[in-house]
């Protein structure tokens, strides 16, 4: 069963840069895209971007210019950085596995809270 | 981008009795080459991330228990507990995946009446 864990700075002041990494334990790693979800408290989810075992990306153009979703195979991880965060970048972030690019997701991980706050 | 909408916002529901939220997508998420539809439901509890219910429109992930059912073509789209249990109480969260960027319903929350 693969199991996701994340990690990562869970207070920024504004204009930090977030970043987080997702480990993968179990299955394949080539088999899967990983993507990046956000959920600001008490709302909904947001989309951030994806990747896959190649490097391929796909960003949600609402935080393109400054989203860069990378990958390292050789230690089975994804990371996400989020560049000149503000205080409307407050949310859980998940790291989750999706089957294929651009599908549903099949499992996430425990989520972050990252807060921004001067 | 596919705008989903969700309703009710939240619904109270008696202990065996059938809760049904709603999702409309703002286009289309049948895929014609595949002829299936590009849309998923799940299930969130408080401090917890979000737990795949349905994908497909229709399919049940497996362990998922069978009073979980989604329903539904093109834009309009339906999940029902067909008899609420006390540990369905949550939010549920519809989602399109027939183009980027991914995007989700703004959440239903599922309350004991």
């Known amino acids: 069963q693969v199991q996701l864990q994340q990690w990562g700075a869970g207070l920024l002041k504004p204009s930090e840069t977030l970043s987080l990494t997702c480990a993968v334990y179990g299955g394949s790693f080539s088999a899967y895209y990983w993507t990046w979800i956000r959920q600001p408290p008490g709302k909904g989810l947001e989309w951030i971007g994806e990747t896959n075992h190649r490097g391929g990306t796909n960003y949600n153009p609402s935080l393109k210019s400054r989203v860069t979703i990378s990958i390292d195979t050789s230690k089975n991880q994804f990371s996400l950085k989020l560049r000149s965060m503000t205080a409307a970048d407050t949310a859980v972030y998940y790291c989750?596995?999706?089957?294929?690019?651009?599908?549903?997701?099949?499992?996430w991980g425990q989520g972050t809270l990252v807060t921004v706050s001067s | 981008d596919i705008v989903m909408t969700q309703s009710p916002d939240s619904l109270a529901v008696s202990l065996g009795e059938r809760a049904t939220i709603n999702c409309k997508s703002s286009q289309s998420v049948l895929y014609s080459p595949n002829n299936k539809n590009h849309l998923a439901w799940y299930q969130q509890k408080p401090g917890q991330p979000p737990k795949l219910l349905i994908y497909?429109?229709?399919t049940r992930e497996s362990g998922v228990p069978d009073r979980f059912s989604g329903s539904g073509s093109g834009t309009d789209f339906t999940l029902t507990i067909s008899s609420l249990q006390a540990e369905d109480v949550s939010v549920y969260y519809c989602?399109?995946?027939?183009?980027?960027?991914?995007?989700f319903g703004g959440g239903t929350k599922v309350e004991i009446k």
């Open positions: 497909w429109a229709s």
């Open positions: 989602q399109q995946y027939y183009s980027t960027p991914l995007t």
């Open positions: 989750a596995r999706v089957p294929d690019t651009g599908s549903y997701i099949a499992g």
